[in-house]
């Protein structure tokens, strides 16, 4: 992601917010001890809003997805 690449070129990592969240789906819990998979894949992104498709799977059995939005802050409001 972009804060991510930020570290990699040695630059400041910019701050960013949860905007919303949407198509939020739970279609089971995880047990204890099931050991969790998250991904984040990125869809789209206009201006300073990233839209991300979340997921979570136990083993190859999706338990949660959901889009969100990610608000991320200015170049000009960076610091290291």
């Known amino acids: 992601g972009t804060g991510y690449r930020a570290l990699n070129d040695n630059r400041p990592r910019p701050m960013g917010y949860i905007a ?3 198509n939020i789906h739970i279609s ?10 998250t991904e984040a894949v990125f ?3 206009l201006l300073n809003f990233h839209l ?7 083993g190859d059995k999706e338990m949660a997805s959901c889009e969100f939005k990610i608000y991320v802050t200015p170049d000009e409001q960076l610091q290291s």
């Open 28 to 37: 089971d819990l995880p047990r204890v001890g099931d050991t969790i998979t």
């Open 20 to 22: 919303a969240l949407k």
């Open 52 to 58: 991300v498709k979340g997921t979570v799977m136990v």
């Open 43 to 45: 869809l789209q992104n």
